[in-house]
Structure formats: structure tokens, C-alpha cells
């Protein structure tokens, strides 16, 4: 009987096998392109934040001065002694800068007019000529061409030309104050130069006055007390846990403990420093010795962790060949164990001081966040550290603070890039591969 019905041969065993080589390979390809996609998506936007922050900071680093013939009289400076600190701190300095911007001006009578002349110029200009005639008593009685800071009104309309094509109700600089402003550019009085305030100075009101130097010496010192406390504390921590702590149950607890406290919140810690340090030892707040124990309490799990791994890396031939030829046990580790431990305690002290480097909440609960204007001299000053002067910066309504906290960045991202290149070096240069 004839039958319509048609038998399909089953697939053999090496079809079925390329079929499915070829569906793994499709599944390897697609998500390849997955992971290229990714970290591309990943770079872009990474380039993007850091070309933001680039360009808000590139201005800060540049600063608008203004010259002015300086007469420097001891009758409007109100000074008999040119030899008599005293006298030169108190002088009248910006009666000095009023009388050139008079001399400058001379058609300018009216008095709202002469505030707004005034306004042209910093209050830290009057500053800027103590501290010439300081360092150059032989300036009294002469008249010297100075270059003053500009106003911060003054800096942020050079740097952005845009502004003068607003109306004069949208902008901060006067139609009149733009005209002083052309005639003292047009005689050559204007110019713009490298921000070294920005480099030198501490914190201040007015942001043409305003640097990083301040927070800069502050992360420094802090940074070192965590340095000198954390890293012999961790590595000793670490070496008894490792190789000469029993194994049973109390051991067992301190290991997850630490492993627990590597993920508490870093403001656990500074609530731990407010309550310990400030409240029951009565140490100074926003000290850097202070910071420094808060941050040593932060970065010790993450320490403790690196070294013991850095220890479990060490070959036990090692430890069996120093001990087979008479070496005790505390030999065998100092003199063997520990050197080729060594790199990645290192590196991982190295990424512990990073991150304490980048770190704000736990200073903010022990009083950084205050106002410092003047430089730390030692470990007992008040002081503020990088990450904490961003934040302040950034809370400020002044325009020309947001330039100076995206310079700021700058200069804690470069901070942050050169640690963990010097990880990566260290371990590049000192590790072995067993």
C-alpha cells in the first residue's frame, strides 16, 4: 500500500554537534559585544564628567589683575616708622589704592560712583600692598606700578566676554564700570595671569582670594598620622592572625568582625571618633591628629585584609625550607615571609590611604567642616582636608566657587590617580609569581 507519508532521516551525531558550535559561538560573540558595548558606555561617560569638571576648572587657574600707580605716602598710610611691624599692618593700604583710582579717574566725584570704582578692585589687593611694602621698606615715599587683584565681578566678566552683551540688569558689572574697564585695557592696565592664590592661600570669603593650600597641608597631615598608625597596626594584625593566632572559635569571631567593619559606613567611624576622641579623651576638634585616628579606625579592616591575602600568597615551602634549616618561628616570618608579603601590603595600604584620602563624612561629624583660613602649622591646628573644602565650596552661592571646586577636583583626582599608580608600580616592581 502506497503511502503519502514522507520519513525525515535524523540528524547525525556531527550535525548536531556543529549545529550547536555554532550556537555557543553566536552566544560568545554577543555577549563580547556586550561587554565591548559596556565598558565603551563606561568610558564615554567617564570622559564626559572628567571634560565637565575639566572645563569649570580651567578658569580658576587663571586670575584678572589690574595695575595702578601706587604712591606710597606715609601721610595717607598713617605711618612714622617704616621699621615698625605694627604700624605697617595697620597702615591704610586701601586709602593708597583709592588715591591712584582718583588720580586714574579724577572725573568720577559722586559718591555711589566712587563705590563703584572702588569695586573694580579686590578687597585683597590692600593685602597684596602690605605685603610689598614689607618685604621692600625702600618702596615709601616712591610711587611703584603695581598689579592688584581684580574683583571677582571683574575676573568672571574676562573670562566669560559673553556677559558683556547682556543687558546691564543681568549683569553684575555697570554700563559705567565697563567703560573704566576699556579705558584702563585700552592704556595696557589689564591682564590676565596664572592664579596663584589658588596654590597659596587658605580658604576665604572672596574667591579670587580663595586656595587650596589650606586643605592641601591639612590632608597631609592627616594622612600621615593614618599612615603611621594604620599600617604597623594592620600588618602586626594581620601576621598574628595569620601565623601565629590558634585556630578556634575567637579567632573565627575577629575575622568576621573585621571582615564586617571593611563595609560599615565610613560616618559609623566618625561618629565612633566624635564619641571616643572629642567627647571622652577631650582632644582637639578639627585637628589633624584627630582626623588621623578617625581614619586609621576607616582604613585598618581594609589593611588587616590585604596583608593576610598578601601572606596566604607566600609559597609554605618557604616557611618549611627557613624552619628545616634551624630558623625559628619568628625568623621565618621577619625574614621571610614578611619581604615577599611585603608588595602586596603595599599596594593594599597604598589603596587604603586612597580611599581615606577621599573621604568626608566621618571629618565632617569630628568639626572639619569649620571655616579655616589660616594654614595648619602642626597635627594640633585646626584644619580641613581636600574632599571637605569641595564640599564647602560647593555649597557656596558665589559664582567663582564653582571654578575653584571643579579645580579643586582636579587636584584630588590627580592626588587620587598618582596612589594607585604607585600601587600598581610597587606591585609590578616587587612581586613574584610562583
Known amino acids: 500500500m502506497n503511502s503519502d507519508i514522507t520519513v525525515q532521516a535524523k540528524p547525525g551525531v556531527a550535525e548536531r554537534v556543529e549545529r550547536g558550535l555554532k550556537k555557543r559561538y553566536r552566544a560568545e560573540r554577543r555577549f563580547r559585544l556586550y561587554g565591548i558595548f559596556s565598558v565603551g558606555v563606561a568610558i564615554l561617560f567617564l570622559a564626559f564628567l572628567l571634560l565637565n569638571i575639566l ?36 597702615a591704610d593700604y586701601n586709602g593708597l589704592i583709592r588715591q591712584a583710582l582718583q588720580l586714574k579717574f579724577p572725573e568720577v566725584q559722586d559718591r555711589r560712583d ?6 573694580l578692585l579686590s578687597s585683597g589687593a590692600e593685602y597684596q600692598l602690605g605685603r610689598l611694602l614689607q618685604s621692600r621698606p625702600e618702596l615709601l615715599n616712591t610711587t611703584e ?30 554700563d559705567l564700570q565697563l567703560t573704566w574697564l576699556a579705558r584702563l585695557e585700552a592704556e595696557g592696565g589689564i591682564k590676565s595671569g596664572f592664579n596663584w592664590n589658588l596654590l597659596n592661600s587658605g580658604d576665604s570669603r572672596e574667591p579670587e582670594l580663595a586656595g587650596i593650600r589650606g586643605a592641601l597641608v591639612g590632608s597631609f597631615y592627616t594622612l600621615l598620622v593614618t ?3 594604620s599600617f604597623p597596626i594592620g600588618v602586626a594584625a594581620a601576621v598574628y592572625l595569620e601565623e601565629f593566632a590558634p585556630r578556634n572559635r575567637w579567632t573565627d569571631i575577629i575575622e568576621v568582625n573585621i571582615n564586617n567593619l571593611a563595609a560599615v559606613p565610613s560616618i559609623v567611624f566618625g561618629l565612633l571618633g566624635l564619641a571616643v576622641f ?27 585584609i590585604a596583608s593576610r591575602s598578601a601572606i596566604k600568597a607566600v609559597p609554605p615551602s618557604i616557611r618549611e625550607a627557613a624552619l628545616g634549616v634551624g630558623a625559628s618561628k619568628m625568623q621565618t616570618v621577619l625574614h621571610h615571609v614578611l619581604p615577599l608579603a611585603l608588595p ?11 580611599r581615606a584620602l577621599g573621604e568626608t563624612a566621618p571629618l565632617l561629624m569630628i568639626g572639619m567642616v569649620a571655616f579655616i583660613v589660616d ?44 596612589m594607585n599608580m604607585l ?4 606591585r609590578r616592581k616587587f612581586e613574584r609569581r610562583w
Open 114 to 119: 566712587k563705590r563703584r570704582l572702588y569695586s
Open 145 to 174: 606700578a603695581v598689579w592688584l587683584y581684580a574683583d571677582n565681578d571683574v575676573d568672571a566678566l574676562y573670562k566669560n566676554d559673553t556677559d558683556r552683551e547682556l543687558p546691564e540688569a543681568a549683569r553684575r558689572i555697570s
Open 55 to 90: 572645563g569649570k576648572a580651567l578658569p580658576a587657574f587663571q586670575k584678572t589683575y589690574i595695575k595702578l600707580d601706587i604712591a606710597f605716602d606715609p601721610a595717607v598710610l598713617e605711618i612714622t616708622d617704616v621699621r615698625n611691624e605694627a604700624q605697617l599692618r595697620l
Open 423 to 426: 600601587a600598581v608600580i610597587l
Open 344 to 354: 602586596g601590603m603595599l599596594t593594599g595600604t597604598i589603596i587604603g590611604m586612597a
Open 227 to 229: 599612615l603611621l598608625l
Open 278 to 304: 572629642i567627647n571622652f579623651f577631650s582632644l582637639p576638634r578639627s585637628a589633624p591628629m584627630v582626623g588621623g585616628l578617625v581614619l586609621t579606625l576607616m582604613t585598618l579592616p581594609t589593611i588587616i
Open 375 to 418: 594654614v595648619p602649622q602642626g597635627f594640633g591646628d585646626p584644619a580641613t582636608v581636600l574632599p571637605v573644602q569641595i564640599f564647602l565650596w560647593a555649597d557656596s552661592p558665589e559664582r567663582g566657587f564653582t571654578e575653584l571646586t571643579s579645580a579643586a577636583i582636579i587636584v584630588l583626582l590627580v592626588f587620587l590617580a598618582a
